[in-house]
């Protein structure tokens, strides 16, 4: 007889519990799981309203803390907000075709 995972079935639940638990919200990424040292929600509320507002809409599990030393790299090199954000969408689109070997996004077809 076939479990639930060789059969292609759902796991039921304590056994989805579990895998919920291991994997948080990240759904289904080859990214790497690292434990937080801090509160992730007020590292979050601490960015500038448009960073949070590309992270809200991100297609990765980005943490605020990458997005901001990127964001402030940019902003101190002398880049627009309009010039960081879209530095932003060309590090996401490298690291989807990275993760998944998808074509990117056309350019501005990212939600504003």
């Known amino acids: 007889m076939l479990t639930p995972a060789q059969s292609g079935a759902p796991p039921s639940g304590s056994a989805r519990q579990a895998l919920a638990a291991r994997c948080g ?10 434990r937080r040292s801090r509160d992730p929600m007020a590292a979050y509320d601490a960015l500038p309203a448009p960073l949070r507002r590309w ?6 599990p980005w943490s ?27 590090a996401e689109a490298k690291a ?6 998808a074509a990117p996004l056309a350019e ?3 939600a504003a």
């Not at 919200?25 to 690292?34: D, F, I, P, V």
């Open 25 to 34: 919200n990240l759904g289904r990424t080859a990214q790497r799981q690292r």
């Open 55 to 60: 992270l809200a809409g991100a297609a990765l």
């Open 64 to 90: 605020p803390a990458s997005c901001l030393r990127l964001w402030q790299r940019l902003r101190a090199e002398g880049a627009s907000q309009a010039k960081a954000l879209a530095a932003l969408d060309r």
């Open 96 to 101: 989807l075709r990275r993760e998944t070997g």
């Open 108 to 110: 501005g077809a990212r």
